[in-house]
């Protein structure tokens, strides 16, 4: 590992373990830095965040895989957005349809993830042909889709089992008004029932999820033909998105691929 991922990964580590521990000591009470809801749906993001920067730690040690530097900065980038911006920052709810935004780059940079590790296994298996280009990109389509759906499970299960809002079920002018224990006041319960009696309310609690699938879809399909057009063109690129820890194999496999 070079100095710039150990620095960026200290960095990230350090971020979001003390966004982490603010949020549970909220919970607990002994700050308030947020209300007791949103600590609880930021401890959720930021343990998933550092599960997932140390996971591709652990890629690199245990195989011959290096992530490269725009790997490293799209990981970043998309952490930083969601978890800090989005829950620390209240982008999720401030900013119109950032939540949306943030699913469509996000599964566009897991399809061209995608494509480049089905790439580096087509290789390593010797697999030669000329559709080895589409498998690739069709492999990528839907580990960015399967790992999505990953995502809406996770957001799920915290929903579910520590009474978090990261699937936003409950509008926002609502919730602001429940407590911890999501109890509902006696002033407003002839308001939210008007509310979920009618098709919008009914229809609230899953909207959120479907639209990120959508956002998922369109991602994923503009992470294809982007990868389709772009590595058809220059298939050395690939060699920059993910390659092997070689060198000299890697100088070897793009001069193979620029004769293909």
């Known amino acids: ?140 389509f839907f580990f960015a889709m399967a790992l999505e759906a ?6 799920w299960s915290a929903d579910t089992l520590f009474g978090t809002n990261m699937q936003k079920f409950i509008p926002n002018e609502f919730l602001v008004q429940l407590d911890e224990n999501l109890a509902i006041p006696e002033d407003m319960k002839e308001e939210i029932f008007n509310f979920y009696s009618q098709r919008e309310g009914y229809h609230f609690a899953v909207m959120d999820t479907m639209w990120d699938i959508v956002m998922d879809l369109l991602g994923a399909l503009s992470g294809a033909l982007i990868t389709y057009f772009v590595m058809k063109e220059k298939p050395e690129l690939q060699d920059r998105i993910l390659y092997l820890s070689n060198e000299d194999e890697i100088i070897q496999l793009i001069k193979e691929n620029s004769n293909e």
């Open 1 to 140: 590992m070079n100095s710039f991922r150990k620095i960026l990964i200290s960095i990230q580590t350090c971020i979001y373990g003390i966004a982490l521990i603010l949020a549970i000591l909220t919970v607990c009470g002994v700050v308030n830095y947020w209300d007791v809801m949103q600590a609880k749906t930021i401890i959720t993001g930021s343990f998933a965040c550092l599960l997932f920067i140390w996971f591709t730690v652990l890629i690199e040690k245990f195989t011959k895989v290096r992530l490269s530097l725009l790997v490293d900065i799209g990981i970043a980038m998309s952490l930083f957005l969601g978890v800090l911006v989005g829950e620390c920052f209240l982008g999720f709810y401030k900013i119109k349809y950032y939540d949306r935004v943030l699913h469509f780059l996000g599964t566009l940079e897991l399809c061209v993830l995608g494509y480049a590790i089905a790439k580096v296994m087509l290789r390593q298996f010797s697999a030669k042909g000329k559709n080895q280009l589409l498998f690739a990109i069709f492999f990528g």
């Open 150 to 155: 990953l995502w809406e499970l996770y957001e």
